[in-house]
């Protein structure tokens, strides 16, 4: 091999950029309203020269709702830098089931988009006589209902294999908790009698998610340690921990090992900011 630096010199690629690695409901918002100083904290990171991303197990929204969602709050984003544990689980499904296999979405369009993306034939949930599927995936959204969870179930029982975009009993709103996907994934798996595979946080789907695109160095802020702190460990990167409401409703604000712990993404910037300082490599 004949390269930069002479024959048979193999080039080593150039070391990514650090990223911090933000979930969103509970660290940059909570329902539409912005924390204070999270848009401010996002600007700093980018003037420090970290790469940012946004790793959300909220399945709701295409990448797109996302991106203008951030827009709103004041944080500029490229679709790119977006992740969603909807996206995590058609990377699950498309490692074995080939393009053009039918899917049953019991979710919002987020899973849709990404479905559809990878190639899937995608049946919603909410039309009736959905027919024969190879898989089903439920994401959150607030059109769950008995018609749903019967077409649903009843397709897992016959065989469909059965993904959970992520399995969060609640996401933090301005007023308190809402019933999170893990609910509607619980009442699916109770009537198909069968559990799902989980692809969000801190599933292996979505650790290789997070790698590809923003690759071996990193801070993962969010709220629940359980989820966030869990994928840090998975991905070996330190836990920065914003306690919110969803911290707060049990065990999660005592029960973590998160290297740095605040009331709010701005109290953490500088010291997410000094972690990812030039590496000693």
Known sequence: MTGAHGPGVRECPPERTPAVVLDLDGVLWLGDEPLPGAADAVARFRAAGLAVGFMTNN????????????????????????????????????????????VLACSGPGVVEALEARGFAVVDAGQPDPGPVEAVVVGWHRTFDFDRLDRASAAVRAGARFVATNADATYPAPDGLLPGNGALVAAVATAAGRRPEVAGKPEP??????????????????????????????????????????????????????????????????KIIDALGPSDA
Do not use: C, N, Q
Not at 92 to 100: F, N, T, V, W
Not at 221 to 236: E, F, K, Q, Y
């Open 205 to 270: 789907p979505t650790v290789a998610l997070v790698k590809a695109r923003f690759g071996e160095r990193g801070v993962m802020a969010g709220d629940r340690p359980s989820t966030d702190g869990a994928l840090a460990a998975a991905l070996g990167w330190p836990f920065a921990l914003v306690v919110s409401s969803a911290t707060l409703s049990g065990d999660e604000a005592t029960d973590h090992d998160a290297a740095f712990v605040g009331p709010s993404l701005a109290s953490l910037a500088d």
């Open 59 to 102: 399945s709701s929204l295409p990448v797109s709702g996302y991106v203008d969602k951030l827009a709103r709050i004041g944080v500029e984003a490229d679709p790119s830098e977006v992740l969603t544990s909807a996206l995590a689980a058609a990377e699950l499904l498309a490692a074995d089931l080939a393009p053009g296999s039918k």
